[in-house]
C-alpha cells in the first residue's frame, strides 16, 4: 500500500512539474510503478524496460529533466562518465544502489 501512494504522490507532483507536461502521464505512471518495484534482485530486462519508459525522446539517453524517484535523485552518482545523461550500462547501476 505505501508503494501505491508513493507512486501516486509521485505522479501528481510530476504531472505539475512544466519539464514533465509534454510527457506521456501514462508512460509516468508506469515508470513510477516499475521503479518502485526494483530490488536488487531485478533484472537487466527490467532495468531496459525502465529506461524506455523514461527515455520520453527516444534519444538513447535519460537527461536529468527525463528522471524521476530514485533514479533523479542518484542522478549524479549514475551518471559515471559525466555528460550529464544516462545511458543503459548507467542506469543498471540502480540495482546497486538499491541493495
Known amino acids: 500500500m505505501?508503494?501505491?501512494?508513493v507512486s501516486l504522490t509521485?505522479?501528481?507532483?510530476l504531472s505539475s512539474c512544466n519539464s514533465?507536461?509534454?510527457m506521456n502521464t501514462s508512460n509516468i505512471a508506469d515508470a513510477?510503478?516499475?521503479?518502485?518495484?526494483?530490488s536488487s534482485n531485478s533484472t537487466v530486462q527490467q532495468v531496459?524496460?525502465?529506461?524506455?519508459?523514461?527515455?520520453?525522446n527516444k534519444d538513447e539517453a535519460?537527461?536529468?529533466?527525463?528522471?524521476?524517484?530514485?533514479?533523479?535523485d542518484n542522478f549524479d552518482?549514475?551518471?559515471t562518465n559525466n555528460n550529464s545523461s544516462l545511458n543503459?550500462?548507467?542506469?543498471e547501476g540502480i540495482l546497486a544502489l538499491l541493495k
Open 2 to 5: 505505501k508503494k501505491i501512494v
Open 77 to 79: 552518482v549514475l551518471d
Open 62 to 72: 535519460i537527461q536529468s529533466t527525463e528522471a524521476i524517484g530514485s533514479v533523479a
Open 20 to 22: 514533465v507536461k509534454n
Open 88 to 91: 543503459l550500462t548507467e542506469l
Open 10 to 13: 509521485l505522479i501528481a507532483a
Open 48 to 56: 531496459a524496460s525502465l529506461f524506455s519508459l523514461l527515455d520520453t
Open 32 to 38: 513510477a510503478s516499475l521503479l518502485s518495484s526494483l
